[in-house]
């Protein structure tokens, strides 16, 4: 089992952020977390501070590069905020559904990741459904991309939006293996509908397994939506995953 620290990504509190961001990044760290997961990072002021206040880091972040062609200014940006991995969070359903759309997309993000190694930052791609239920050649989407990707560029594999997509999340990260560096732990009945996502540890996927099969990569909790608090979810799962840590180094 994966002892690392566990982040978070703040678009799950994305209106505590909002209101408060050097508040709600404090009462982060008091739960337990050391790192965190921005989104659209360029766009919070004072975010650099707010996490030095808090002792929070930021190794990972979603910031959108491939649709503008801005990975320049925001590789130099997460490099000043000591991230070294940012990652693009969507390229639409439209782009999944051709061999030559797929692969012009990795194209970009293969140039992308050529300027972004000049700042010391790493480059990636974050999943939803779509790229898993379209198929290419004889695979997904997903992973017909990840086959024409430079070495260098790696994956945050969401592993709800994988369930909901129709592909097992566990076999998914076997297939894919290192060129996963980070996954998103998040739970639920795996139906698109984001409002049914719950606490880790308190829906129908096999968490224990999907860890299992990503035995190096960071672990990301996030819940895109919820029926109930989000902030408790967050710590609820928060105290989940420490508890299957603990069982497992027993």
Known sequence: MNTSPLSVQL???RELITKDLPGTL?????????RVEPFAFTQFEGLGDALTAA???????HQGFLADGSIAVVAAAASALGIRSVIDPFV???KWTSAED?????????????VAAEHGITVGYHNHAHELQSRIEGTTALEYFASLLDPEVVLEIDTYWAAVGGVDPVDLLGRLGDRVAAIHV?????????????AVGSGSLDIPAILAAAPSAL??????????DRFQAVVDSFGYLRSLENG???
């Open 102 to 114: 797929v692969a012009d997309t990795a194209r970009r993000l293969n140039e992308a990741a050529t």
């Open 248 to 250: 497992a180094n027993a």
């Open 26 to 34: 404090q009462r982060l760290a008091d739960a337990g977390f050391t």
């Open 92 to 94: 639409g359903p439209e």
């Open 11 to 13: 678009y799950t509190v």
């Open 219 to 228: 672990r990301v909790i996030e819940l895109d939506d919820s029926r109930g």
């Open 55 to 61: 002792g929070l880091t930021a190794p990972t972040t």
């Open 186 to 198: 998040k739970d639920g009945p795996g139906t698109a509908e984001t409002k049914d996502q719950v």
